[in-house]
């Protein structure tokens, strides 16, 4: 139910548009109170009076009411709504709010915004298959924004595709979802460490890896959002998690385990999800390696610390301690041995095999292993969705639920 919920609904300009009128409709009957933002484009698809009639609220589309003057706040919009919905959402309206372009009201207000925003976007097959459609929309997920994908289908260009804005019931369900879940993590500190860590050779060469940070830092949004106070431990990435989540940015190895060490011990939830290098060149020369002064150039490598084992000695009672295990094969029998190695609660296995998971895709496929329980395995989502069933196991696991 959205009972009591502010709803600030952005509706820009697409055939979709009409659509509209029944997801206003649909949101004031779940008990949701609905503030229209419209585009001056999005005028041209649906009429504000068919609007207003629906939410009982003058729609708001101008800086200043043309009549009186008045001046439409988008910063108190911002302050009243639990969330925002843009529905239907244009590959213009997704270009300016990816990057601030602020000419209209639907993007001040989106730009003012305090509380969650959903966008669900319209379009056609090609303008939705274009790199910069797809690169805007991934930046703002990486803002935290959550997209409701469109579906295929038929088409008002007559095409069929991807591009359909999803139907109103289907982006009415995702908010319910949303708000369900609650802040049912409030109070409780969680550590997360993630992405790949640089080793450095010299003033300019390093050894690392090909992790993004990617599932950590979903993992830190979502832990974020369900209320938790969140310590992230990054790597070099060049992502960042929603506001609000703590970045300790380091490079190294050891300079991870030094900025978890600070944090742990006040942390209910540690999950290390870093691609930490093993090991480390045993000297960082001060001047750069010259091909001419070398010759043959032999490294040697010295083993780093195992960040998650060495916090792991010192874990309290009623800390719980989540690791990840990226494998070939089924790799059950190796994560079950690195869950007792290493001291933790709980193992996320991903394995080398699956298409689409683990390093640099944006979905992962996983299975959830604890020493006393059958193992859990669940199907190729987003690497948000997935950290949602990961913090739906910590709390349930924290909760005294058993998993059986
Ligand atoms: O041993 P392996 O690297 O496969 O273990 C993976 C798990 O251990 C991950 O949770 C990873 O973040 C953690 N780890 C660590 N420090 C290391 C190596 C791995 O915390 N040096």
Redesign the pocket.
């Known amino acids: 139910m959205l009972q009591g919920k502010h709803i600030v609904l952005g509706i820009s300009g697409s055939i979709a548009a009409y659509k509209a009128a029944v997801l206003a409709r649909l949101l004031i009957k779940r008990g949701a109170e609905v503030q229209i933002v419209i585009t001056p484009a999005g005028k041209e698809f649906i009429t504000p009076i068919t609007l207003s009639a629906l939410t009982s609220k003058p729609v708001i589309s101008e800086f200043f009411s043309g009549r009186d003057g008045t001046w439409n706040s988008h910063v108190d919009i911002g302050l009243w709504a639990d969330a925002m919905l843009v529905a239907p959402a244009t590959a213009a309206t997704i270009g300016k709010m990816a990057h601030g372009i602020a000419d209209n009201m639907l993007i001040t207000t989106y730009l003012s915004m305090k509380s969650p925003v959903f966008v669900a976007p319209a379009m056609d097959l090609d303008m939705c298959a274009h790199p910069s459609t797809e690169d805007n929309l991934r930046l703002l997920e990486q803002r935290g924004v959550r997209v409701i994908e469109p579906s295929e289908g038929f088409l008002a260009s007559h095409l069929e595709g991807k591009g359909r804005m999803q139907e109103p019931e289907v982006i009415v369900q995702a908010l319910e979802d949303f708000f369900a879940l609650g802040k049912d993590l409030a109070g409780r500190r969680a550590l997360i460490?993630a992405g790949p860590t640089y080793e450095p050779l010299d003033p300019v060469r390093f050894l690392g890896n090909h992790s993004t940070g990617r599932m950590g830092i979903a993992l830190a949004n979502e832990l974020h959002r369900r209320g938790a106070e969140v310590c992230l431990v990054l790597g070099p990435s060049a992502l960042r998690p929603a506001p609000g989540v703590e970045v300790i940015s380091v490079q190294t190895?050891q300079q991870m385990l030094e900025a978890s060490r600070a944090h742990v011990a006040s942390a209910d939830i540690a999950i290390?999800?870093?691609?930490?290098?093993?090991y480390r060149p045993a000297e960082r020369r001060e001047h750069k390696i010259k091909r001419e002064s070398e010759g043959e150039l032999v490294l040697q490598l010295v083993k780093?610390?195992?960040?998650?084992?060495t916090l792991a000695q010192d874990k309290r009672p009623g800390q719980l301690f989540v690791?990840?295990?990226?494998e070939s094969g089924s790799g059950e029998a190796e994560a079950q041995a690195?869950l007792k190695r290493?001291g933790l609660d709980a193992?996320v296995l991903n394995s080398l095999e699956d298409e689409g998971a683990g390093f640099g895709h944006l979905t992962n496929k996983i299975s959830i292993l604890t020493p006393d329980t059958p193992m859990r395995s669940y199907p190729l989502k987003s690497k948000e969705a997935v950290a949602g069933d990961i913090v739906d196991f910590i709390r349930s696991t924290i909760s005294g639920e058993t998993h059986a």
């Open positions: 460490t190895a290390f999800a870093a691609a930490v290098a093993d780093n610390p195992d960040i998650a084992a690791g990840f295990a990226l690195k290493k193992i």
